[in-house]
């Protein structure tokens, strides 16, 4: 039995924007999804070879019209080598822009696949994992880290891939075309441009990762405190909340600017490198004819703007590179409750049984806060959850819906243990409705349905009329709620999913005494027929309960049919509702 094997989240170790993140930690085969065919591959590799050919030829039509020139050739000879040469400009610029069209267009398609897939992923992991990550990280992971891998694909097939080869090219033409020894200068020269800026690139890898990592803890911070601006404003944390922005706003500026100083010195050293490459070509040359020279001297300047251009966009492809890391890391987490296989269906119809097997938990490698629980419900029977706050109420609900595995123990409903129980049956026969009820600005329907697709619009009324929000229009746009209507929103919900095991965590907020007779009598009505765990906040919940569990401190203190705990005046419950009536 896998009762005493605890699942200890395994994200913890892969959790993204933990550590930086190299080239070499690049998990390619998770990238698949930014292939885009063989079709529109070969179609690129031929764009990018002929933007890199048209270039190549123009020096050859300026020594020709330089030697030629020299020799006295006529007007004509030179006026038709001249419109070669121009011509040769426009195809080459028109070659350029049709590549960079056609990189983009591939990148971008194939980034959104890679959007879809990472929101995918993220969307069904669990609540060990979001609880770690802010929906702010998220944002950034899914859509700009994404944003800058799709900048950084078009931005390497052009500079990278066009660069190199423009640069195979000038070497193999000056080798055969002018002087084979020349040749190898001009390759041993770029072969130590290269090396350099292999190292410059391990330099500004770190600062670039710590740039990206600040930005999303800086987005994730915003994110949270916007939410909460109420709470902060209400307790006067406002200031401090607006000093610990400053303060990760000038960790990011200072993680920016050693990224800036770092690229800066880089590009001052290659422009000194290129200048003594310039002088050292412009000195090779001096036994050749003149047009030769000036055809050394212009493929000596078009090797510059490859090398240039990837000093100049190193900063973007390490923010890029950091980015495609983090996306291989987000893609590596696994969910801490597996989905079987193979997996057996929860029974289909009905109220289903419940039972708790001596459960521990613990959250990640937190302190256990659940320690032997166990309890046992008959179809269509309702257990009461009360207890101190942090007592562990929430946490067993949590594990009854399956959000959890136990540490320990198993958790079986309608006979089966939920962690062979096809994921997809648990959620459409088990049930939630949490005090933290999300309402969305949209239609009632929409949020009734969360934005499910649902034929006809008569359950859709029935779900309302049981919560007693017959007068809601299905097409109206749902604006400010109050707690009361949040909560008959989740019950309608839940009568829509129509669970054969509902886990209810009652409102604690106050509610006016006519919204909670509404609320109530809606969960008696979602309880009717059907198993439930009742977390209760007033003790008068619990008049409709069948069975109450005491907890305390992750462990069940008292346990047993509400009859016999309100006939024994020494025990926990009956000492709370003494407590409370006095
Ligand atoms: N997501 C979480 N990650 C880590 N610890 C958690 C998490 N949720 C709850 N805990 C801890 O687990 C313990 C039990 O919390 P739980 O929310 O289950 O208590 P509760 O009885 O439902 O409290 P309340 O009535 O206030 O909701 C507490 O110590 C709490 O701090």
């Known amino acids: 039995m896998s009762a005493s094997s605890p699942s200890r989240p395994s994200s913890r170790r892969a959790a993204p924007g933990r550590h930086a993140l190299g080239f070499h930690r690049f998990r390619f085969r998770r990238l698949r999804s930014l292939w885009p065919g063989p079709g529109p591959a070969v179609l690129l590799a031929l764009a990018i070879a002929v933007t890199t050919a048209l270039p190549l030829a123009a020096p050859q039509l300026t020594r020709r019209f330089v030697d030629d020139a020299a020799a006295g050739a006529g007007t004509d000879r030179l006026t038709l080598i001249a419109l070669g040469y121009l011509g040769l400009a426009v195809a080459g610029q028109a070659a350029r822009i049709l590549t960079a069209w056609l990189a983009a267009r591939l990148a971008w398609t194939g980034t959104d696949r890679l959007r879809e897939r990472l929101a995918g992923h993220a969307l069904g992991l669990d609540m060990a994992f979001h609880g770690r990550h802010t929906p702010g990280e998220m944002i950034e992971r899914v859509d700009g880290d994404v944003a800058a891998v799709a900048g950084f694909v078009v931005a390497f097939l052009l500079d990278v891939v066009a660069g190199v080869l423009l640069l195979c090219g000038v070497i193999a033409v000056v080798t055969a075309t002018v002087d084979p020894g020349v040749g190898a200068v001009l390759l041993a020269y770029c072969a130590l441009i290269g090396l350099g800026m292999v190292r410059a690139q391990r330099l500004a890898v770190p600062s670039a990762t710590r740039a990206r990592e600040m930005n999303a803890a800086l987005s994730g911070y915003l994110e949270e405190r916007l939410a909460g601006a109420e709470d902060l404003r209400a307790n006067g944390a406002g200031e401090h909340a607006v000093r610990r922005f400053h303060q990760l706003s000038a960790a990011l500026w200072r993680a920016e600017r050693h990224g800036d100083a770092v690229g800066s010195s880089v590009l001052a050293a290659t422009g000194v490198a290129f200048a003594a490459g310039t002088a050292l070509m412009l000195a090779l040359s001096g036994t ?16 510059r703007t490859p090398f240039e251009r990837l000093v100049n966009q190193l900063r973007h492809y390490q923010t890029a590179l950091a980015g495609l890391g983090r996306i291989g890391d987000l893609l590596a987490v696994r969910n801490t409750v597996p989905e079987p296989s193979p997996a057996a269906e929860l029974p289909g119809a009905g109220p289903l049984s419940l039972e708790l097997d001596a459960v521990d938990f613990a959250y990640g490698d937190d302190e256990p806060v659940l320690a032997g629980v166990t309890i046992r419900l008959a179809p269509g029977e309702t257990l009461g959850l009360v207890g101190r706050t942090g007592s562990g109420k929430s946490t067993i609900a949590r594990l009854v819906a399956r959000l959890y595995d136990p ?159 309100l006939a024994d005046p020494a025990g926990h419950f009956a000492r709370m509702l003494a407590g409370v009536r006095r």
């Open 288 to 303: 050749l004819s003149a047009g030769t020279a000036v055809l050394l001297l212009q493929y000596t300047l078009m090797i």
């Open 407 to 565: 540490t320990a123990g198993t958790v079986r409903v309608g006979g089966l243990d939920l962690r062979e129980a096809d994921t997809a049956s648990v959620r459409r026969r088990i049930g939630m409705v949490t005090q933290d009820v999300q309402v969305f600005t949209a239609t009632v329907r929409d949020n009734l349905t969360l934005f499910r697709p649902y034929p006809g619009d008569d359950r859709l009324l029935e779900a309302l009329a049981e919560v007693g929000l017959d007068d809601w229009d299905l097409d109206a746009e749902l604006g400010t709620v109050s707690a009361g209507e949040a909560q008959l929103l989740a019950l309608a919900r839940a009568f829509l999913a129509d669970p054969g095991l509902v886990v209810l965590d009652e409102a604690s907020s106050r509610l006016d005494p006519a919204t909670e007779r509404r609320v109530d009598l809606g969960i008696t009505r979602l309880l009717t027929g059907r198993t439930g765990v009742l977390i209760a906040h007033r003790l008068a919940s619990l008049s409709r309960v069948d069975q109450i569990a005491v907890v305390s401190d992750g462990k069940i203190i008292e346990y047993g049919r509400r009859e016999d705990l």
